[in-house]
């Protein structure tokens, strides 16, 4: 998009704010905001503006990597159950993306106000994810900080067998070749704590089974933990505390998810076939 047109664009989406949004993060120049859209037919979307200079070189970084693959290079937006992204503009002072806005909230938020998920939620919400992250592998990708901020609803306020989920948050996705430790700390597998490893499949299922745990439990599995030591000195030492009233497909999938040697975690294909979808 040539420069002038970018600036104007960014002028004509400034002018339209309905409201701050999401959050405005002035240590690294990082705001978003909720607009109208002149064209698009779902009208509402979000805006991730990202002011420019050297001291944000890293977070510049970042949004154009998730343009790249939501967008321009791999397209990932393609898929239903990862977030739509509408344009991208770069002016000379920020860089913008523009997304479908998700007025269902994220899951962090959802299960701390209204509960953890129901069995059929949490299945739709594993059919969903790992949908999004069978997609993404297949490319040769991951998307690196799988966690429930990172997973929205299009709407909660239809019946829960209607429910979307939606995995967002591209800024860390990467090829396999590229060697990236990401992620958060509650949510990131233990080679990636203990061990100078980078993200692959293997950790996003960890952390894909992470969020699971937590949305049907409403805690972070194996405790918190300060430091990424601690997490994982916790997380090896530690037994996951099933309930016995969750149905034996759920807690043989989460002790795999949840495995401490990558090598012993399911795919996102494997999940899709196994029993805990299959056997409702």
């Known amino acids: 998009?040539?420069?002038?047109?970018?600036?104007?664009?960014?002028?004509?989406?400034?002018?339209?704010?309905?409201?701050?949004?999401?959050?405005?993060?002035?240590?690294?120049?990082?705001?978003?905001?909720?607009?109208?859209?002149?064209?698009?037919?779902?009208?509402?979307?979000?805006?991730?503006?990202?002011?420019?200079?050297?001291?944000?070189?890293?977070?510049?970084?970042?949004?154009?990597?998730?343009?790249?693959?939501l967008l321009t290079v791999d397209q990932l937006s393609a898929h239903p159950n990862i977030s739509k992204a509408v344009e991208?503009?770069?002016?000379?002072?920020?860089?913008?993306?523009?997304?479908?806005?998700?007025?269902?909230?994220?899951?962090?938020?959802?299960?701390?106000?209204?509960?953890?998920?129901?069995?059929?939620?949490?299945?739709?919400?594993?059919?969903?994810?790992?949908?999004?992250?069978?997609?993404?592998?297949?490319?040769?990708?991951?998307?690196?900080?799988?966690?429930?901020?990172?997973?929205?609803?299009?709407?909660?306020?239809?019946p829960e067998e209607n429910w979307e989920f939606v995995l967002v948050d591209w800024e860390f996705c990467s090829p396999l070749s590229e060697w990236k430790r990401c992620g958060s700390i509650f949510w990131a597998a233990p080679e990636l704590l203990d061990n100078d490893l980078g993200a692959t499949p293997a950790s996003d299922m960890w952390s894909f089974g992470a969020t699971l745990f937590a949305c049907v439990d409403g805690r972070i599995p194996f405790g918190e933990g300060k430091t990424c030591t601690e997490k994982a000195q916790a997380i090896h030492a530690g037994t996951l505390p099933l309930?016995?009233?969750?149905?034996?497909?759920?807690?043989?999938?989460?002790?795999?998810?949840?495995?401490?040697?990558?090598?012993?975690?399911?795919?996102a294909r494997e999940v899709m076939d196994g029993p805990w979808l299959l056997n409702q």
């Not at 240590?27 to 905001?33: E, N, Q």
């Not at 299945?123 to 992250?133: G, P």
């Not at 309930?243 to 795919?267: D, F, G, H, I, Y």
């Open 88 to 158: 991208s503009f770069e002016t000379s002072t920020h860089i913008g993306l523009v997304l479908e806005y998700l007025p269902g909230g994220d899951v962090l938020t959802h299960i701390t106000v209204a509960g953890v998920l129901s069995m059929a939620a949490a299945r739709i919400f594993t059919k969903h994810v790992c949908s999004a992250l069978d997609f993404v592998h297949s490319k040769g990708l991951y998307h690196g900080d799988v966690k429930p901020d990172n997973v929205m609803l299009r709407s909660s306020s239809e």
């Open 1 to 69: 998009m040539a420069a002038t047109t970018a600036q104007a664009t960014y002028d004509a989406y400034m002018s339209n704010v309905i409201r701050k949004f999401g959050f405005a993060r002035r240590a690294i120049g990082r705001f978003m905001v909720l607009a109208h859209h002149p064209t698009w037919s779902e009208k509402k979307v979000v805006i991730k503006v990202q002011e420019k200079g050297f001291k944000y070189t890293t977070q510049c970084k970042e949004i154009r990597n998730e343009i790249d693959r």
């Open 243 to 267: 309930r016995q009233k969750w149905p034996t497909p759920l807690k043989m999938l989460l002790v795999s998810c949840l495995a401490n040697s990558k090598l012993e975690r399911p795919t």
